[in-house]
């Protein structure tokens, strides 16, 4: 894409596009890419805000030098994240512009240390210290675990521009678009969500808590390290993260199922179609095993109900299961309606470990679970469609 997209006058997007690599963090998958945002704002003083994943370094140089004239210096390098996405060319950067002065907070020193070793120019910078860069001045608000403990977001007060790190950005590469207004917002919505629950899920607390910290700032633009920027409705990416970090959720359930042979499958089959009849209009089956767990995940956000179902492998759950139960647990998943069901042949331990995933986690079970034995028979369906009637009624009434 074009480097040198303007927010205001004199700050500039610097970013990339993505489409090579399949899998962030090496985990999830990025069937549609994902951006690395970055930052330039000319003035006196000049500012990178971030910098990019390496491999794309060439790029992110390049757009550099589109903007300044020949032999002029970058004076700052602001560190709102330290993750490799956005500190991969650091240290290259730091070779660039040997004079250039690192800003971060004092957690931001420690992984700069870890990562890179020593600099002899930084700024430490704390919560409402300010930046003056000529015509324009820097704030820093601190948002730790957002998604790191370093993570903080940079203010520029003079166009009232956030850069917010990783908050309010998605999975997706910016095909010719930079912002929320040039977008059809309802086509983002499951990258973004998928990003969400992904990367930053497990720490929905310090979301609401930078929620409330954001009321307090005067911001006209969301900037974020992927993704769209927000400037004509950055109230809608606001209230998309205050439901999902309150794990709020809509009507409609996830069937997530790991089956060998097909007899778990018929009873989470049997029991989307008596959802259906019972009156819920979003019913979400998932095969564990086909079907990767960044979806599913994205979908639990996404619905208040919640029915998961293995089969005995090994005395325990399913593997494919097993991965999101534990994945589920340490997102410290909340707010959601339980139900469980599964197979045995002999000793069992599906549902078993089904339980324990509930009394973990402490979900609420609309019904108590249930495992079938050898193969479901008419006496198993009735209890699924007690299941899907119990879940049904309850999603209902929570609307
Ligand atoms: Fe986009 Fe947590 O890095």
Excluded at 235 to 245: A, C, E, F, K
Aim: with cysteine; charged share 25%.
């Amino acid at each position: 894409m074009n480097h040198g997209i303007k927010l205001s006058q004199h700050i500039f997007w610097i970013g990339v596009n993505d489409r090579r690599t399949h899998l962030f963090e090496n985990l999830w998958p990025l069937d549609k890419g994902i951006s690395y945002n970055a930052y330039l704002i000319r003035d006196k003083k000049n500012v990178l805000i971030d910098t990019v994943e390496i491999g794309h370094v060439e790029s992110y140089f390049d757009a550099i030098d589109e903007i300044l004239e020949s032999g002029e210096n970058v004076d700052y390098l602001v560190i709102n994240h330290m993750e490799p996405d956005h500190s991969g060319a650091l240290k290259l950067i730091t070779q660039r512009y040997p004079d250039i002065t690192l800003v971060g907070n004092k957690n931001t020193f420690k992984f700069v240390r870890g990562f890179f070793g020593d600099f002899k120019r930084i700024l430490e910078v704390v919560e409402g210290d300010t930046l003056d860069l000529g015509d324009h001045s820097l704030t820093f608000v601190m948002t730790p675990m957002l998604h790191w403990p370093e993570t903080m977001m940079t203010l520029e007060t003079k166009n009232q521009i956030l850069f917010t790190g990783d908050v309010f950005g998605s999975f997706g590469t910016l095909d010719g678009v930079l912002f929320d207004d040039e977008v059809n917002l309802d086509d983002w919505e499951p990258e973004q969500r998928r990003y969400y629950s992904n990367i930053v899920g497990k720490y929905v607390k310090q979301t609401q808590r930078a929620l409330e910290k954001l009321k307090t700032v005067n911001v006209r633009m969301f900037a974020p390290t992927h993704g769209l920027i927000w400037r004509q409705h950055p109230d809608h990416i606001v209230n998309l993260y205050d439901r999902w970090s309150r794990l709020d959720g809509d009507p409609g359930v996830v069937i997530a199922y790991g089956s060998m042979y097909g007899r778990t499958e018929r009873m989470a089959e049997y029991i989307a179609r008596e959802l259906i009849l019972a009156g819920i209009r979003h019913v979400k089956v998932y095969d564990a095993s086909k079907t990767h767990l960044s979806y599913i995940l994205s979908d639990i956000w996404k619905y208040r109900g919640l029915i998961i179902g293995s089969p005995a492998y090994n005395n325990r759950l399913f593997p494919t299961i097993e991965a999101l139960t534990i994945k589920l647990e340490q997102l410290h998943i909340k707010n959601r309606l339980l139900g469980l069901f599964g197979t045995a042949t002999w000793s069992g331990g599906g549902v078993k470990n089904l339980i324990r995933f509930a009394e973990t986690t402490g979900l609420e079970m609309v019904h108590p679970p249930h495992e079938a034995k050898y193969r479901p028979l008419e006496k198993d369906y009735e209890i699924c469609r007690d299941i899907a009637g119990r879940m049904a009624t309850r999603v209902k009434n929570d609307e």
